[in-house]
């Protein structure tokens, strides 16, 4: 829409500046207020100098940056290169050039921009061209750019582009005027944007100064050779194995995740009528949390402690001064599994039959074995085949490992042969290991069918009512289904749906549904000073 308004207004601009003999170029140069345009006067000299002066306006109270390359890439491993001399600025900013890049910085007001370009002039064909970026590497917006050019012959053509580098879109208007110059003009460019401009000349106007070399340093080293095209194109090749490999292996996942699930059927009656809650597979609250989300979370443990006190092994009392003392009550046995047994000895230790929450906190409650102790238990179980942190662990550092060994070789072969890019190559592809390692876990079959189970399970959690439940059996079913609730993040639910204020495993609550949010609160927040285990709460199967 704007280059459209913008092709509209030159038009009738250029017909304003042929009725009243003003230049149309000049008219259309007026910046708007509070926006930054640049108008640019190039005259090539019989010398084939290119001499530009530029007029450019910025609002007050702003500061704008132009950087403009001097070495462009032409294909073929060649570069034509420009020099810039006799830079000066007259008014607030500031001009500087070196052997690669050309920088101006202008302030708010109007300053005068002039320069001369060496190497503007080609040869192309029978006849010449003159080519330079007459906007570009701005650092903001131009409101508009216009352009005027004039030689000492009429030019033959003009082509003007404008837009994003390699970009073929034309500019706003481009024209050979009365004939004998051209001018042009560009509405709207976008930072980083460039304006560029070709002229042609016949043959023998001026002679040629362009300078077109191989290329040297880092542009050579990185140059796209049937050697470096190969290294990239296995590169891809691998990239998307990987990707083939994680969709097989998380292919059961995402099924299990995107299936409709309904609630499982966790309440059975045993020989005597009672009600009574049994996990999916005989799962614990700690493996629940740890195939979910593929690590050992404090959560995790914290459920955990509170299915030992379900099962009479803890007791957990209130005290006074908002403090919470956890009580041996059965020593432990062989029913427990590894990690369990590691709950309770870090917790308890021999010869420990009590501790209260501000002890354990003071002590430092060492979590390195349940950890371990957990991981290698959801292996035995075989919901994975390998320890979860320990299979990230290793991509993660094969990875870094050949992310290094591509940094190291793409500085030897820049320095050296050249055929960076297949450095580059290795490097990328270390990096992409590196940080697809927290997905390489992948659950078994097994394992992806347990994650089901459990979003049935808390299906159970989010659907069953009081009614659905005897009387009788309510304290039990309540407390056996309170620890997979905590590790499923649906404690609060669980708490307004059975919250009961006697238990038999939690003792001097005179508000259990204020007192049991506040426990896991302060028990949390001693685990996680470990520093062994994420304090993420609630995973999300």
């Known amino acids: 829409m704007l280059k459209n308004w913008g092709v509209t207004i030159f038009a009738a601009a250029a017909m304003s500046g042929l009725l009243t003999g003003i230049p149309a170029v000049g008219a259309l140069a007026q910046p708007l207020p509070g926006t930054v345009s640049t108008e640019v006067r190039m ?50 900013g500031s001009a500087s050039v070196s052997s690669d890049q050309f920088t101006t910085t202008f302030e708010g007001g109007q300053a005068t921009l002039t320069y001369t370009v060496v190497g503007a002039v080609a040869p192309v064909g029978d006849a010449l061209e003159v080519r330079w970026q007459v906007a570009g590497g701005w650092d903001t917006e131009l409101d508009k750019v216009a352009v005027t050019f004039s030689a000492p012959d009429s030019p033959t053509s003009v082509n003007c582009l404008a837009g994003p580098v390699g970009s073929s879109q034309p500019c706003t208007s481009a024209d050979l005027a009365d004939g004998k110059g051209v001018r042009a003009q560009e509405i709207k460019l976008g930072a980083g944007e460039r304006v560029d401009v070709a002229i042609g000349l ?135 599994s590894g990690y369990e047994k590691a709950v309770y000895e870090a917790l308890l230790p021999q010869g420990v039959e009590a501790v209260t929450v501000s002890e354990l906190r003071g002590r430092q409650v060492d979590l390195a074995r349940v950890r371990d102790e957990l991981y290698a238990d959801v292996v035995e179980k075989r919901w994975f085949v390998r320890r979860p942190d320990a299979e990230r662990s290793l991509f993660w550092w094969v990875g870094i490992g050949i992310a290094v060994l591509g940094v190291v070789a793409t500085v030897v072969l820049a320095l050296t042969i050249g055929n960076a890019l297949f450095g580059l190559a ?65 404690t609060e639910r669980w708490l307004t749906t059975f919250g009961q204020q006697d238990l038999y495993w939690y003792g001097n609550a005179s508000d259990f549904r204020r007192s049991f949010p506040a426990f896991l609160g302060a028990l949390d927040g001693v685990l996680a000073q470990a520093g062994h285990l994420r304090s993420l709460r609630t995973p999300n199967p």
């Open 202 to 336: 016949s043959a023998g106007v001026v002679p040629p100064n362009a300078v077109v070399v191989e290329q040297s340093g880092l542009a050579a080293a990185f140059a796209l050779t049937p050697v470096s095209g190969i290294a990239l194109g296995g590169l891809l090749v691998l990239l998307l194995g990987g990707v083939a490999l994680l969709w097989y292996l998380r292919g059961r996942d995402v099924a299990a995740l995107s299936s409709e699930v309904g609630a499982v059927s966790v309440l059975v009656r045993d020989q005597g009528g009672r009600v009574a809650f049994a996990s999916p597979d005989g799962v614990l609250p700690g493996q629940v949390g740890t195939v979910v989300d593929e690590h050992v979370d404090v959560v995790d443990v914290t459920a955990t402690v509170i299915d030992l006190a379900v099962r009479n092994y803890l007791w957990i009392a209130e005290t006074e001064g908002h403090d919470w003392q956890i009580v041996r009550r059965n020593p432990v046995d062989a029913s427990l």
């Open 426 to 490: 290795v490097a990328v592809g270390g990096v992409a290991l590196a940080f697809g390692a927290r997905s390489m876990p992948a659950r078994t079959k097994r394992g992806s069918e347990l994650l089901e189970h459990v979003r049935g399970l808390r299906g159970y959690l989010h659907g069953v009512t009081p009614q659905d439940v005897p009387e009788d059996d309510r304290e039990l079913v309540f407390s056996r289904s309170l620890p997979y609730a905590v590790v499923l993040g649906e």
């Open 43 to 92: 005259k090539l000299e019989r010398d084939s100098r290119l001499t530009i002066t530029e007029t450019v306006h910025v609002p007050d109270g702003k500061t704008v940056k132009r950087t403009v390359p001097l070495r462009l890439a032409v294909g073929n491993d060649l570069e034509r290169q420009y020099q810039v001399t006799d830079a000066r600025v007259e008014g607030k």
